[in-house]
């Protein structure tokens, strides 16, 4: 990727390439000029928060699955089933 110098705070900013794009706006108005980036930016959290938590779903044990047979062996009945 590329990185701009900032003039103050001595941090790095992307300004091209993937980290770019996987890094947030910086204000409203970046939104507005350049609504890829912050489309593909919501894209990338939301991706991320998807498979993190089916992850944590599938490794923790509480998947739909996981629960039922929990149900099923604490013999536990619900009405309709």
């Known amino acids: 990727g590329q990185w701009q110098e900032m003039d103050f705070g001595g941090q790095s900013i992307p300004v091209g390439g993937l980290a770019y794009y996987i890094s947030p706006p910086s204000s409203f108005s970046d939104i507005w ?10 894209f990338f959290v939301l991706g991320s928060c998807a498979l993190f938590s089916k992850t944590w779903i599938e490794v923790s044990g509480s998947s739909p699955r996981d629960v039922a047979k929990q149900l099923r062996d604490q013999q536990m009945m619900f009405k309709g089933h």
């Open 33 to 42: 000029e350049d609504p890829i980036h912050a489309l593909i930016y919501v």
